[in-house]
């Protein structure tokens, strides 16, 4: 069973970082599809970013690309989201999400997401 653990997340100003990790324990294949999304109180949860396990693919959504960063350490089984310009619209439930797949960029569906952290806050105040 694939169990992921976040840390970081936290209080920040507008123009400020934060550092996310995920490590994952119980993974059995090598190609897995690993990101971040995010949930903000009343909208629904949306994707971030992703990264195959295998390949070091990453994709971001629009509103984070150039501000975030998607890296990982797979000797350790941990992905980490380096978090710079934050702006108050980035405040939400960070959630750390896995699926096997070898076409990691498909598919930013929540559903097709088989594997969650337990979620860390990230607060930005203007």
């Known amino acids: 069973q694939v169990q992921l653990v976040e840390s970081g997340g936290g209080s920040v100003q507008a123009g400020g970082s934060l550092r996310l990790s995920c490590a994952a324990y119980?993974?059995?294949?090598?190609?897995?599809?690993t990101g971040w999304f995010r949930q903000a109180p009343g909208k629904e949860r949306e994707g971030v970013t992703l990264?195959?396990?295998?390949?070091?693919?990453?994709y971001y959504v629009d509103s984070v690309k150039g501000r975030f960063t998607i890296s990982q350490d797979n000797a350790k089984n941990t992905v980490y989201l380096q978090m710079n310009s934050l702006k108050p619209e980035d405040s939400a439930m960070y959630y750390c999400?896995?699926?096997?797949?070898?076409?990691?960029?498909?598919?930013?569906?929540?559903?097709?997401?088989?594997?969650w952290g337990q979620g860390t806050q990230v607060t930005v105040s203007s």
């Open positions: 990264v195959s396990t295998a390949g070091g693919h990453t």
């Open positions: 119980g993974y059995t294949y090598t190609s897995y599809c």
């Open positions: 999400a896995a699926r096997y797949s070898t076409r990691c960029g498909s598919s930013w569906s929540p559903e097709d997401f088989a594997y």
